[in-house]
Each structure stands twice: as structure tokens, then as C-alpha cells.
């Protein structure tokens, strides 16, 4: 790798998906607006997912080419700017991130590997102010994912591969993996296709200086939805890629959480048939185990006395997301069937 300097320098297209973004797409167009790159090597596709806020007027705005999708799903979105994209290099990243100026730059750079199929980095929050934007950059697992260290990937993880927000393919690389599958409509929407990369004998880098910054969600009921459609999606992969880490992982997963379930389940009706305060003392400390343990997590990360309020309120979010994520999980492997197929089918769109 030869770090900020391109000697290299192909042409890259940026494919931000938006749907109902006007509050943030702004931000999102002025930082790629400062990218430093060639203007010649670069060019820039907006793909809207039929906003029906000013997402549209807002990216209007700016020089870019926006298209209008007519069919749903981020991951026809993704497909829509890489059928439409000249770049040698598709780089995407989300309407509610803020990209570095020498973002690019350190994509680019890695590319320089002709091994290199895919390249992602870290994702952290660029709200400061909020304690559930805090929660995801310093959760006991990070909502995004995250690494201190350049790895090279020849399998994915649990909790390192590319995240979408912030990630960037060989365009021979992606159109030889199948693209983007569009059924794929709840968390870990690319890890399936990370997965076929990896199967045609592509590498992935994970680059902790490829960095941008995300609008993390900033509210409980937020934070809660986003657990349980990752979850959601992660039974999906479960169906899909069952002999994978993480479709292991994952069900490990969901056999625990039944299990738990079951057995607070049981409790809780012997100590309603009983009365016998033994089982509310077995209930409860199932029910808040966790606590004691994350707290002295939590104060080992942050002696700042101000920060008491976070470490009292970071186990609780813990144990709601970790309950939303298995509930989403055991929702989506009852009620939602999963395709196998590795050659999605195009979206439809039309230039605005």
C-alpha cells in the first residue's frame, strides 16, 4: 500500500443511496465535494429511493447525476449506480455519513493490490452530544464494525467485514460476485454479497484509515428498530449461508435467546403457581445478570466521573438491543423466506 499518495489513480464512482434524507444529504454532498481526487477521474451518482421529503431538491443542488429508483430495497439502489457508474473503482457510502477528504485517497490506495476485490474501514458517529450515538461507538459489541489495525480478509466475521456505509469494490470484482441481492431488505444487506466475493478468490481490506462519519441512531426506539431488522436480516443469512462464521454464529444466537426465553417463561409461572419468592430472585437475576458485570466494562473504558450517567445507562441499552436483535432474528426465521440465488435481477429507474 502506498498511503496517501496515488500514483494509481483510476476512475472512481461514489453511489450514495438516499431515501427521506434532507436533513442530512447536504453534508453528505459537501464532503465528497471536497474529496481529494482528481475531478476527471471522478464522478458522483445519488440514488433516490422515492423520497418523499426535499431529498430530491436538496441533491438537485449539487453536480451530480441522481437517479430515481422505481423499485425498493438499498440493494437495488447499490445496483442502480453500479449499472450507471463509469468508475473502475464504485466506492458507496450512505446519505447520512460525512466522508474524509482523503477518503478516496485510501480506498485507491489499497486497490493497488490486484488481489483486492472489496475495501472498507471504520464507521464512528459524528454526534458527540447524544448518549445513543455514544452507545454505538462504545458498545461491548459496536453497532458498526469496527478495527484498531489493517486486516486482510480471506473469510468474513461476526463483527469485521466492509460495513455499507463506508465500503468500495473492483467493479470486475463486484459484477463477477453477482451484484448486490435486492431481496435482501433488513441488516447485514451486504454481507452475502462480501460473501461471494470472497468465494471467487477476491480479497477484502478492512483499513481502519478509510473512515467516515455516521449519523448513528439518537433515540431508544431507533436503536431498538435498527437491532431487531439486523437481526432480521441476520436470520436471513442463517437460511443462506448456514456453513458460514457468521451463519454460526448466528444461530448460536438465536438458540440462545430461546432458550433464555423459555426458561424466564418457566420461572415466571412457577412463582405465579408458587408464590415461592425463590423464583423471583432466579428471574430477576437473569433478567439483570448482565448489569453489575457491564458496569465495571463500562467504567474501565471511562473514569470520567461525568460519565456515570453512560455507565449505568449502556448495560440497560445492551440487554434492549440484544433482546430487539434476537426477536428479529426469530421473526425473519418464521415468517420471511430466503433466496439463495446469486444473480439478482437489475432495478428499474430513469434518469432525473
Known sequence: M???????????????????????????????????????????IVVDGISSDKTKDIVQQYPVRMLTQSAEGLNQARNAGLENSNGEIIAYTDGDCVVSTKW????????DDPEVGAVGGNVVGYRKDNLFAQ???????????????RVTLDRLKPFLYTPGCNMA?????LQKAGLFNPKIRHGFDEFETLERIIRTGSKIVFDPEVMVQHQHRSSLRETMRQAFNYGAGGALLMKMLPETVLGKWLRACLFGFIVYVLMVASLSSLLLLTGNLLYLVLVLGMLLFHVPIL???????SMNPRSFRRILAFPIIDFLRTFSFCLGEAYAWIFVKADRAASPALPSFRTA
Open 2 to 44: 502506498r498511503g496517501d499518495k496515488v500514483e494509481w489513480s483510476p476512475a472512481v464512482t461514489v453511489v450514495v443511496p438516499v431515501r427521506n434524507c434532507e436533513k442530512t444529504i447536504g453534508k453528505t454532498l459537501d464532503a465528497i465535494g471536497k474529496l481529494d481526487y482528481p475531478r476527471d477521474k471522478l464522478e458522483v
Open 295 to 301: 458496569i465495571v466494562y463500562y467504567s474501565g473504558k
Open 135 to 149: 452507545y454505538a461507538d462504545n458498545s461491548v459489541i459496536r453497532v458498526m464494525p469496527f478495527s484498531p489495525r
Open 169 to 173: 469494490f473492483r467493479r470486475s470484482a
Open 104 to 111: 478516496l485517497r485510501k480506498i485507491v490506495a489499497n486497490f
